[in-house]
C-alpha cells in the first residue's frame, strides 16, 4: 500500500468531489502528466479506461482522468511519473467526482474520473476492469492506398502512417480520438492534399519563408562570435530550399500541421506551418 499526493487537498480541489472515500479497481489508459495551477500546487492527471467501485458495484467503461495533488517532494523528484503502467490494473482508494453545475468544471473527463488517494495493489484481478485493458491493446487500423496501413496511436489519438512527399518518405497522422472515430473525410482530403503535393509544396515553403526569413536572420547574426563579420544574408529562396518536411498532420475541418526539419538556421529547432485545405497556410513559427 503506499498512498500519495498531499495529505490536506487543497479546498479548490476538494470541492470537486465527493467526501466518502471509497475502494476502486482501475485501468491505466496514458502517461502521467501534471500541471500547475495559479494557487501554486501541482496536479497530476493519469487517463483511465474505466474503473468499478468496489463499494457500489458500480462500473464505468468511459474514458476519464484520475487526478491527486503531488507533494513537493514528488514534484520536485518527478516520483510519481512512475507510480502508474500505462495499460496495468490497480486497486486503489479515492474519491468520485462531484456535479458542480457548472458545465466547464464538469467536464467529461473530470466526470468520468477519479481522486486518487492511495495505491492498494498493483496487478489486480477483475474481469471488467481486465476486458478494458484488452480493448485498448487491440491493435486498430486503416488502410490507405497513399499512406499504406496506418496504426491507431491510442495515447496521441491519431492514425500513424507514411507517405511519399517530393521523392521523400514523410511521417503522416490523422487525428483520431478512438478507434469509433469516423475519419473517412479526413483520410480523403489527406490523400487528396498529397496528390496536390507540387502546388501544396510551394505554398507552405513559400508562407514559412516569408514569415521566418527575418528571424533566420537575426539568428544568423547572434551565432557570429567576430562583431566585424557579417555573414551572408539568408533569402526567402535560401530559406524555402533549406527547409525539408518531415510530418505532416491531418486535423478535422481540414486542418493541416507540417514539421520542417530547420537546416540549423534556428540550431536544430523546428519549422512548424499551419494551415487548413480551404485557405492555404496561415501561420509560421519556430518551434522545439
Not at 103 to 131: H, P
Not at 208 to 233: I, K, M, Q, R
Not at 241 to 253: A, L, N, Q, V, W
Given at each position: 500500500?503506499k498512498k500519495?499526493g498531499v495529505?490536506t487537498?487543497p479546498?479548490?480541489v476538494k470541492?470537486?468531489?465527493?467526501?466518502?472515500?471509497h475502494?476502486?479497481?482501475?485501468?491505466?489508459?496514458g502517461?502521467?502528466?501534471?500541471?500547475g495551477?495559479?494557487?501554486n500546487?501541482w496536479?497530476a492527471?493519469?487517463?483511465i479506461l474505466?474503473?468499478?467501485?468496489?463499494?457500489?458495484?458500480k462500473q464505468?467503461a468511459?474514458?476519464?482522468?484520475?487526478?491527486?495533488?503531488?507533494?513537493?517532494?514528488?514534484?520536485e523528484s518527478?516520483?510519481f511519473?512512475?507510480?502508474f503502467?500505462?495499460g496495468?490494473?490497480?486497486?486503489i482508494?479515492?474519491?468520485?467526482?462531484?456535479?458542480?453545475?457548472?458545465s466547464k468544471t464538469d467536464?467529461?473527463r473530470?466526470?468520468?474520473g477519479l481522486?486518487?488517494t492511495?495505491i492498494?495493489?498493483?496487478?489486480?484481478?477483475?474481469e471488467?476492469?481486465q476486458?478494458l485493458?484488452?480493448?485498448?491493446n487491440r491493435?486498430?487500423s486503416i488502410?490507405?492506398?497513399?499512406f499504406?496501413?496506418?496504426?491507431?496511436?491510442?495515447?496521441?489519438?491519431?492514425?500513424?502512417?507514411s507517405?511519399?512527399?517530393m521523392?521523400e518518405?514523410?511521417?503522416?497522422t490523422?487525428?483520431a480520438?478512438?478507434?469509433?472515430?469516423d475519419i473517412?473525410?479526413?483520410?480523403e482530403a489527406a490523400?487528396?492534399?498529397f496528390?496536390?503535393?507540387q502546388?501544396w509544396d510551394?505554398?507552405?515553403?513559400?508562407f514559412?519563408?516569408?514569415?521566418?526569413?527575418?528571424?533566420?536572420?537575426d539568428?544568423l547574426?547572434?551565432?557570429?562570435d567576430d562583431e566585424d563579420?557579417?555573414?551572408?544574408?539568408?533569402?526567402?529562396e535560401?530559406?524555402?530550399?533549406?527547409?525539408?518536411i518531415e510530418s505532416i498532420?491531418f486535423?478535422?475541418?481540414?486542418?493541416?500541421?507540417v514539421?520542417f526539419?530547420d537546416d540549423d538556421?534556428?540550431w536544430?529547432?523546428?519549422?512548424?506551418?499551419?494551415?487548413?485545405?480551404e485557405?492555404?497556410?496561415?501561420?509560421?513559427?519556430m518551434?522545439?
Amino acid at each position: 500500500m503506499k498512498k500519495i499526493g498531499v495529505e490536506t487537498i487543497p479546498k479548490k480541489v476538494k470541492e470537486l468531489y465527493c467526501d466518502e472515500i471509497h475502494e476502486f479497481i482501475i485501468a491505466s489508459g496514458g502517461l502521467t502528466s501534471a500541471h500547475g495551477t495559479k494557487e501554486n500546487y501541482w496536479v497530476a492527471n493519469l487517463p483511465i479506461l474505466g474503473y468499478i467501485d468496489l463499494s457500489t458495484g458500480k462500473q464505468s467503461a468511459e474514458k476519464g482522468v484520475m487526478k491527486f495533488v503531488l507533494t513537493d517532494k514528488e514534484h520536485e523528484s518527478s516520483a510519481f511519473f512512475k507510480y502508474f503502467t500505462n495499460g496495468c490494473v490497480y486497486k486503489i482508494k479515492g474519491m468520485l467526482p462531484k456535479d458542480t453545475g457548472d458545465s466547464k468544471t464538469d467536464n467529461i473527463r473530470r466526470m468520468n474520473g477519479l481522486y486518487i488517494t492511495e495505491i492498494l495493489e498493483e496487478n489486480a484481478q477483475n474481469e471488467f476492469v481486465q476486458s478494458l485493458v484488452d480493448e485498448y491493446n487491440r491493435i486498430v487500423s486503416i488502410t490507405s492506398e497513399v499512406f499504406g496501413e496506418m496504426i491507431l496511436n491510442k495515447d496521441l489519438g491519431w492514425y500513424e502512417g507514411s507517405g511519399i512527399w517530393m521523392g521523400e518518405k514523410v511521417d503522416v497522422t490523422i487525428s483520431a480520438e478512438d478507434a469509433d472515430s469516423d475519419i473517412s473525410a479526413d483520410l480523403e482530403a489527406a490523400e487528396q492534399f498529397f496528390a496536390d503535393q507540387q502546388e501544396w509544396d510551394r505554398k507552405i515553403r513559400g508562407f514559412a519563408a516569408e514569415e521566418l526569413t527575418d528571424t533566420a536572420n537575426d539568428w544568423l547574426a547572434d551565432s557570429v562570435d567576430d562583431e566585424d563579420e557579417e555573414p551572408d544574408e539568408i533569402t526567402t529562396e535560401d530559406f524555402a530550399g533549406r527547409i525539408t518536411i518531415e510530418s505532416i498532420c491531418f486535423d478535422p475541418e481540414g486542418e493541416f500541421t507540417v514539421y520542417f526539419g530547420d537546416d540549423d538556421m534556428f540550431w536544430g529547432h523546428s519549422v512548424v506551418v499551419y494551415g487548413d485545405i480551404e485557405n492555404g497556410p496561415n501561420d509560421a513559427e519556430m518551434a522545439g
